[in-house]
């Protein structure tokens, strides 16, 4: 469960919404690039409904999940899945928590140690798209009506320039009304996909920093996974 967080970490590299574009605008990757990283550094936190799907190569099985996802400059996080199961996966940037309440249980990681991607400092503020990774468009995925016309959603493919093992190629499908990245698909170095489709966004609603911290209920049973396996 607790190793899910790297793709909970890399959907987590969105930016938010703003003004739109002039009516039938085509822009080059690079300057597309620019508006997503430029949206995402303006905004100070972020909430929205997702719904996820998760396909394993290996099992040959597809898991569907939802919930509610809020997000907090800096490296604040918390996603609180409602189905098929409630947990949730919290962090004030230090330490991530994820609790299930079914089972009593809670895991705790600490980030600092803990071998996450580089959309980490993506997400702490501090990383650049353009930076960490080698960015054309990828395949045509929709298209959304705008002054008056039909225009294409743009479609960015996304590589590490690093290698990492979980995360082979991202694709964001990017709304060219508002520059929000309405679906991120991310596959891993075993072919696992990772699809998260984001609704209902609201951004810069001053989200307490209370929602972040998390105390295990009384009758927890807690596991710190650092110290697994010593």
């Not at 919930?67 to 996966?89: A, H, L, N």
């Not at 596959?187 to 609201?202: E, K, P």
Request: glycine share 6%; proline share 7%; aromatic share 8%.
């Amino acid at each position: 469960m607790i190793a899910t967080i790297s793709t909970l970490v890399m959907a987590m590299a969105q930016p938010l919404a703003a003004a739109p574009p002039g009516a039938g605008s085509h822009l080059d990757v690079a300057a597309v690039v620019a508006k997503v990283q430029k949206r995402y550094d303006e905004a100070s936190d972020f909430k929205a409904r997702f719904a996820q799907t998760l396909t394993s190569t290996a099992l040959k099985r597809t898991t569907n999940s939802s919930g509610q996802v809020t997000f907090k400059k800096p490296g604040r996080m918390r996603w609180d899945y409602e189905k098929p199961d409630k947990s949730s996966y919290i962090t004030d940037g230090g330490v991530l928590w994820l609790y299930e309440p079914d089972d009593k249980q809670a895991f705790k990681q600490d980030l600092k140690a803990s071998q996450l991607p580089s959309a980490l400092a993506f997400l702490l503020g501090k990383g650049k798209l353009a930076t960490e990774f080698d960015i054309t468009f990828g395949p045509e995925r929709g298209s959304v009506p705008m002054g008056g016309a039909t225009v294409k959603n743009y479609v960015l493919s996304l590589s590490p320039k690093t290698p990492q093992a979980q995360v082979k190629s991202i694709l964001f499908v990017v709304d060219p009304r508002d520059w929000f990245v309405h679906q991120s698909e991310i596959t891993d170095a075993q072919g696992n996909t990772n699809v998260i489709l984001f609704s209902d966004v609201v951004m810069n609603s001053k989200v307490p920093e209370t929602l972040f911290h998390f105390t295990p209920p009384a009758g927890t049973r807690v596991i710190d996974t650092g110290k697994l396996g010593k």
